[in-house]
């Protein structure tokens, strides 16, 4: 069984890297941070690295070990959470020069880029497949553990709002309350609470908004200069997709973000009810789940919108 495999692997193990896609959300960094915490329960010390992430998770217990980079060429093990292609996998170098590799995610499209592949596209957040894997190793389930755990459900279930949450989540939710986990606490800190910054964003990105395809379709851009002007730092635009996704009579959101020296745009796309975003994101290059997704396109603002424009209709018909 592949838990047997990947438990036999972490054991061998004398040095374990841990790594996530780039731009990480709150499942990504909360995965990660589970990770080393339930390493350490089996005498394991493994790095974490990523280059860059959002200080809204900086409450996180072990946050402050995270790294930018190593200095350590070939690790044992190299252990990927919640990336779905090894092309999004922040510090893929040391995921690739790794002895074994593993990964654990719960994209619906996967490339498999691991020696292990752990992969379950029905559960909303890779941080709930670790809490039923960590219950399989024998790990127990500690305060700082279950912290970060919870995390990651709550920012990929959108508060458990999202059509991919299931009865599992709610139970494994409770479990984690009788721990003494605080959700409303860090709901509140990684859902509730906005940066000056990021308000400020929101404002521009509103203004900005167009409508398309009979009010069904909203798109709307920032780019360096807007970032530059309120003092953005990593992670300020998160959310800001979901302003046009939550206008009534809206199916699906188009969110681009300017990517500094790439002559491009970051696309994030959110759909309602039935719009296949996943479908959209995979055309241009990228992927996701059926109702958040992303990829990466180069051209002006125009240029992006038309093509992007040109996909979200195939999947409104």
Known sequence: MTLDNILEEIKKAETIVILTHETPDGDAIGSSLAMKIALK??????DIIIPRYSRTFGFLPDAKEIKSESKNARYDLAISVDCADLK???GAEYFESAKIKIQIDHHSINTMFGDYNFVNPVAPA???ILLGMFEYFGIEITLELGTCIITGIITDTGG????GVTADTFEFAAELLQKGVNISNVYQKVLTTRTKANFELSRIVSNRMEFFEDGKVTFTYMNLEDEKSVGAEEGDHEGLVNIGRDIEGVEVS???RE???TNGYKVSLRSKEYANVADVALMLGGGGHVKA?????QGTVEEVKEKVLSEIKKVLK
Not at 160 to 163: M, P, T
């Open 254 to 256: 188009i969110f681009i």
């Open 160 to 163: 458990f709002q999202y059509a």
């Open 126 to 128: 890779c941080c709930e």
């Open 293 to 297: 997704a992303g990829c990466f396109v």
């Open 259 to 261: 990517k500094e020296g």
């Open 41 to 46: 329960q089996l005498g394991k010390n493994a």
């Open 88 to 90: 999004r996998l922040a």
